[in-house]
């Protein structure tokens, strides 16, 4: 099971943090990513980080604004999101994989989502 948290109303140009706690999984031997699903339109890659976190990668749409990080000893991955706009406004999605991957299909488990809205 994933939960996520964090996500909440900002401004443009602020910041958020997501978290997803991973409960009743071997943490550790997943890879796992941050979806998005915006008003309307599909769901979207957004960032991935490997097993150990070591390798991450990101969607040219949020390079260098986003970061994603994991922790294995608290079996949690994060999404650090910097100088938001309005087009970061969807549901995010954390998802486990068993390989690191940017399509949503690779991915084994969900989490129920949290809403970010970037708005003034």
């Known amino acids: 099971q994933l939960v996520e948290s964090g996500g909440g109303l900002v401004a443009p140009g602020g910041s958020l943090t997501l978290s997803c706690a991973a409960f009743?999984?071997?943490?550790?031997?997943?890879?796992m990513a941050w979806f998005r699903q915006p008003p309307g339109k599909e769901r979207e890659f957004v960032a991935a980080?490997?097993?150990?976190?070591?390798?991450?990668y990101y969607a040219d749409s949020v390079k260098g604004r986003y970061t994603i990080s994991r922790d294995n000893r608290r079996d949690s991955v994060w999404l650090q999101m910097d100088s938001l706009i309005p087009e970061d406004t969807a549901v995010y999605y954390c998802?486990?994989?068993?390989?690191?991957?940017?399509?949503?299909?690779?991915?084994?488990?969900w989490g129920q989502g949290t809403q970010v809205t970037v708005s003034s």
């Open positions: 998802a486990a994989s068993t390989g690191m991957s940017g399509n949503p299909i690779d991915y084994d488990y």
């Open positions: 980080i490997n097993w150990s976190g070591g390798t991450t």
């Open positions: 009743g999984q071997t943490f550790s031997s997943y890879d």
